[in-house]
């Protein structure tokens, strides 16, 4: 620990012990030393201006320095901690742009100035811009008196020393208010850390305003009695060489910089000026400051070792603002540590080691925390300490942290007082994530930056790196990636804002330009860009550190504030007009060549109505462009609607390239019958019959008046202050938009029927200060209260809130007017983002419906299923009867790292991921039940049109797939197979299921659904993190029984991997075999894409040794627990 208690003791000791020793040299050329101060000289110059400022101003008055890197900035600094004065070190704005000066003006109105010190040539245009309310002044005008005259301040620890301002990479600039005691505290760190003393010699080109440029390389060295070499920031870009070149001339041993530094040195230096240099004395290459990137680090390394480097020199390191600076650094004696990371599992925000065939991500340690600072990894959320391979924030605990920000209460609370939970101390909230690596730090990202795209966690300087990586057209360290809700999508959308070279300015260029950045990320992340735009150079907003403000891009894309020169992504590639349909009628005739570019434009707007960033590609298939089955169907949906022109399924989810589609649709159109006319309209009827689906549960429910057995209840987890009266206006507004949520039903003469009945305000029932309990009994009455069909509502709401910021809202409605699509709906609209118009109603799908299925189409689907499905058994043997009548569940999940590998193999496959999902199924539950060929079932949309895409009401359909296991195929073969039929089915899957149950009429039987008992079903994550009512909406939760089923797997792709929920009927089925089916399922599922090539009878063989293997383990598990309470009893027996 220092004994210094201020600054001032730190400068006036070194000028008594090292007077006529050089503390400071001036490199105007970068390699010249131009003029020099002694400690002696720094000591008595920066009392006379402390005694300047003192004659003019007060104690605890702010001085902003907006000064060149100099010797008179120096000066400066250390004249305001000899005046009892706070420094705030701001860069000048490098132009009188708007931009450049607002953050001038923020501060300014933040700090409160007295005095602004700045170069002459900015004086006036400060001046204006402060409105002559403040001081602005050259160093020069503040004058030389007598160093006698100077003051001594009445100063200690706690006094505020400067203000180090920060927009970090995500937020407005707040001010850190680092004390005296934080900055001795962090230099002596450093001191140690890296052994600094007044042998070795500091080389220092960051800005001084910059806080690794001045306390790292200016106050570090001062403290330490080391001689430094300062040169300006611009001499260090204009020739990056001249950093070395000053390393190298006066045997510099430590030099700060951030990663981009090195790759550029790594890039411009030239192999002769390697041969000119000597950096054998250089021991602390300090990178640090940003995202550091291994491959930086070993070029750099094996290049300079040229010149004398030493490996040992590269020293990564990790600091922040509100920690003053350092907070970790790699020894001495020690090489940088990089870790190569499972990509798939990092995904799920998770930490391992990837084996050497499997996808990567590399990272470097950052170092160890150091003497009296302690470093902890926390969950952001719960606040709890993370799992040591679970990806945290970093929390920051020790004397280097600072206390507080100026003047600002809410945001010192929410970063310097952070509790972890069990523990009353207090840590600092860096916002950095990060995880710990054999005592060292490793950090991954920006806490606000992570990026999550359907479900992975991905960090922007990944992408950031591989696109500067591949495309040399693109600055380095100019480009920012974030993400943002996009309405149009339902989805996070990926945005990157680049600024490019100057010759890839040229229009002509920018197309390659795209496709390269798109490769390089699909390469890199397996994931597409969703919107690319090019701004002009100098548009990206930095942080004061240098950093790329991904939040300020994000914010200015959004404001329309940056100067773009392109950009790709919800534009049409072929026209820059919208294609209409009469257009579309005249070009058909045309010549083949404008014909066959209408249908490719109609394409193209088709697609970019499913995704508007999409990028078609004509030579790949739909499901190669990046569609799932959701958008596979939406994109069909959307054809039909609009031109009439009904797709072959098998054929959608097939190979056929979308340039391929583009000839069919050419030779749809000039046939006679193209009709070229939307198939749905609002109707703004108030009575009609009931869909197909509806009838069948209307029959249910007159069967038992008292079933609840197709009750939804909906759990929203939400978190935050809630606007309780917003959320009741909300509520209103969704019934009044979706009629279906106030319609009854009964019999007709003409059958069954559905009547809209006047909107009224949905009850709210309101339960303040709750108990768990509480929401276990409320949930418990929505199970089973019956929803009244006959006289309504069909929608209950009740709130309970545990405290002003925890809640949870139950919905309960009947299924008759809602399914899983419905409720991605009424989370969109329950957070505000309904569409002006109003939507088309479920009613004017009830007579769409009827109007479609004619008796002639309804008679030739009912022959293709007869056909299809004859011959095959109706029930599933599933290994015996259960034990415990009722309905079970068991609860577990798939993590992302075993999805993301299943992901790419349905790719490959050309299938969906759910195609992949059902055949494991399959081969499990032969397994179970021995059992060869099957049916089981699976809910699909049944939202044929696009415009019932945005509709509240029960759509869903039950599809039937054929499953055979028979044969000596192998798995690839198998998968193939499983593929094609589920084509097949989809290509059929209109016809309602109660009308395939009529065509085949098989035998009905009490607690058997007909046709199948087992299903399997998948959707995508049904919650995208968005705010409700000023509450954060955590988690959704749908609850509904399995009914007539006896088994039915239900799997939603969430953030962290597949939450599968596996419900049974205690009669067919027991415990027992549900955690075996769980265990085998998921065993295949990792190790699927290793046992292609092995033939259906050998895995068969290979799962029943897995499963002999785990009864085995449980059998011995059983029979441990028995001699334990054998042994418990005779204890007992012998105690009486």
């Known amino acids: 620990m220092s004994s210094f208690k201020q600054w001032i003791e730190v400068l006036e000791t070194n000028a008594r012990r090292f007077p006529e020793r050089a503390a400071l040299h001036f490199l105007p050329d970068g390699v010249t030393i131009g003029e020099t101060l002694t400690f002696a000289q720094l000591h008595e110059q920066s009392r006379s201006l402390a005694a300047a400022l003192q004659s003019r101003y007060a104690p605890g008055d702010r001085v902003l320095l907006m000064l060149p890197s100099s010797l008179d900035y120096a000066r400066a600094f250390c004249a ?191 192999d002769n000026l390697i041969a000119q240099l000597d950096l054998s004395a250089w021991k602390h290459a300090i990178n640090g400051a940003e995202p550091i990137h291994p491959g930086t680090l070993e070029t750099f390394a094996q290049r300079f070792a040229a010149c004398g480097l030493n ?57 160890f925390p150091q003497a009296l600072h302690s470093i902890a990894i926390v969950d952001p959320q719960t606040h709890e300490r993370c799992a040591a391979d679970r990806i945290g924030e970093v929390w920051l605990k020790g004397p280097s942290n600072a206390e507080s920000y100026w003047k600002n209460p809410e945001a010192t609370r929410e970063a310097f007082e952070a509790r972890i939970v069990g523990s009353t101390e207090h840590y600092l909230r860096s916002g950095d994530l990060g995880f710990m690596h054999e005592g060292q730090v490793v950090i991954c990202g920006r806490l606000k930056d992570l990026l999550i795209l359907n479900g ?112 790709s992504g919800g534009q049409l590639a072929s026209s820059g007009e919208t294609l209409g349909l009469d257009p579309l009628k005249n070009l058909v005739q045309a010549s083949a060549q404008d014909a066959q570019a209408a249908c490719r434009q109609w394409l193209e707007q088709t697609l ?25 169907a939406d994109f069909a949906a959307r054809l039909h609607r609009d031109l009439g022109w009904s797709l072959d399924t098998q054929r959608l989810f097939g190979e056929q390239t979308l340039a391929q589609w583009a000839q069919d649709l050419l030779a749809f159109l000039r046939t006679p019958s193209a009709a070229l006319t939307p198939s749905a309209e609002r109707t703004d009827v108030s009575e009609t019959r009931q869909s197909f689906a509806q009838r069948r549960l209307w029959f249910l429910r007159q069967m038992n008046p008292d079933d609840t057995r197709h009750n939804l209840v909906l759990h929203l987890r939400l978190q935050g202050p809630l606007d309780v009266e917003g959320l009741a206006e909300r509520l209103n507004s969704l019934v009044n938009r979706h009629s ?117 189409r309804i008679a030739t689907e009912q022959d293709f299923w007869r056909e299809h499905l004859a011959g095959l058994p109706q029930t599933l043997e599933l290994g015996g009867s259960g034990q415990t009548p ?12 075993t999805c993301e590998p299943l992901s790419t193999l349905a790719r490959e496959r050309g299938m969906t991921l759910f195609m992949l999902l059902l055949a494991s199924y399959q081969l499990v539950l032969k397994q179970l039940g021995g059992q060869q060929r ?99 909406l955590q988690t959704l939760e ?53 046992l292609l090539d092995e033939s259906l009878p050998a895995l068969a063989e290979r799962i029943a040794t897995w499963d002999q293997a785990l009864q085995r383990e449980r059998q011995q598990a059983r029979t441990l627990a028995g001699r334990s309470q054998m042994l418990q009893a005779k204890r007992r027996s012998m105690s009486l």
């Open 740 to 856: 279906v949520l106030r319609t009854v039903y009964r019999d007709g003469v003409d059958g069954p029927q559905q009547q809209v009945l006047p909107a009224t305000p949905v009850p709210l029932n309101w339960h303040g200060q709750t108990e768990q309990q509480a929401l276990h009994d409320c949930l418990a009455s929505e199970h089973t209260t019956p929803v009244d069909l006959v006289n309504g509502p069909l929608l209950r709401a009740q709130l309970l809130s545990r405290d002003e910021q925890q809640h949870d809202l139950l919905l309960t409605v009947h299924h008759i007017a809602f399914d899983g699509r419905s409720a991605q709906v009424l989370l969109a609209e329950l957070a505000g983002s309904a569409g002006a118009e109003w939507p088309v109603q479920y009613l004017d799908f009830a007579q769409w419906e009827a109007a479609h299925w004619s008796e002639q």
């Open 456 to 567: 992975r966690n991905l960090y922007p300087h990944d992408i950031e790196f591989a696109i500067t990586d591949a495309e040399p057209g693109i600055r380095t360290g100019r480009i920012a990636a974030f993400s943002e809700m996009d309405p149009a999508l339902g989805r996070e959308k990926l945005v990157i804002v680049a600024e490019p070279q100057r010759k890839f300015v040229d229009p002509a260029r920018h197309p390659a330009l795209f496709a390269s950045m798109q490769n390089a990320v699909r390469e890199a992340a397996d994931c597409g860009i969703d919107q690319i735009v090019l701004v002009e150079a100098g548009t990206i907003p930095m942080t004061t550190s240098g950093k790329i403000a991904r939040q300020g891009a994000r914010k200015q894309l959004a404001a329309g504030t940056l100067s773009i020169i392109a950009q």
């Open 311 to 367: 490996p040992l020199a590269i020293s990564p390191g990790y600091g922040q603002a509100e920690a003053t600076l350092c907070v970790s650094a790699t020894p001495e004696d020690a090489l940088p540590v990089t870790l190569r990371l499972d990509k798939a599992v990092l995904e799920t925000g998770r930490v391992a080691l990837a084996a050497a065939d499997v996808a990567a991500v590399e990272f470097v340690a950052c170092g």
């Open 80 to 270: 305001c901690l000899y005046a009892g004065m706070i420094a705030v070190p701001l860069f000048p704005p490098p132009s009188r742009k708007p931009r450049h000066l607002e953050r001038v003006r923020n501060v300014v109105v933040d700090a409160e100035p007295a005095l602004i010190l700045a170069p002459a040539d900015h004086c006036e245009g400060l001046l204006e811009l402060v409105e002559g309310r403040v001081d602005v002044l050259t160093v020069q005008h503040l004058g030389t008196p007598p160093a006698s005259q100077w003051q001594r301040p009445t100063i200690d620890g706690s006094t505020v020393a400067f203000l180090q301002y920060t927009s970090g990479s995500t937020g407005s600039p707040k001010g850190v208010e680092v004390r005296q005691r934080n900055l001795i505290a962090n230099v002596e760190l450093m001191r140690q850390a890296y052994g600094f003393d007044e042998h070795g010699a500091m080389v220092n080109w960051l800005p001084l305003y910059h806080d690794m440029g001045l306390i790292g390389g200016l106050l570090a060295p001062i403290y330490s009695g080391m001689p430094c070499y300062l040169m300006t920031s611009q001499t260090f870009v204009n020739a990056p060489s001249t950093w070395l070149q000053a390393l190298s001339r006066y045997r510099g041993t430590v030099s700060f910089a951030p990663n981009f530094a090195y790759a550029l040195c790594n890039r411009v230096v030239s």
């Open 1038 to 1090: 749908v609850a509904q029984a399995p009914g007539d089923f006896h088994l039915v797997l239900d799997l939603v792709h969430g953030t962290e991997g597949l939450d599968a929920t596996l419900k049974y009927r205690g009669e067919y089925f027991d415990q027992d075999r549900a955690l075996r089916l769980q265990h085998l399922w998921t065993h295949l599922l990792e190790e699927m894409r290793h």
């Open 934 to 1032: 099957f049916l089981l079932g699976t809910d699909v949309s049944g939202r044929p049109l696009a415009e019932h895409n945005d509709v509240i009401g029960f759509f869903v359909n039950q599809l039937t797939l054929r499953c055979n296991l028979q044969g000596e195929s192998t798995l690839a073969g198998f998968l193939e197979r499983v593929r094609d039929e589920a084509r097949l089915a989809y290509a059929h899957q209109g016809l309602p299921f109660d009308l395939v149950v009529s065509a085949l009429a098989p035998q009905r039987l009490p607690g058997h659904s007909p046709l199948f008992q087992v299903k399997l079903n998948y959707q995508p994550s049904r919650v995208t993190p968005t705010a409700i009512a000023g509450a954060h």
């Open 608 to 632: 970019h109505g499913v995704n508007p960033y999409l990028l078609p590609d004509f030579e790949r298939s739909l499901i190669g462009q990046g569609l799932d089955s959701i958008g596979v």
């Open 886 to 897: 009722g309905e079970h569940n068991l609860d577990f999940k798939v993590p992302q790292a």
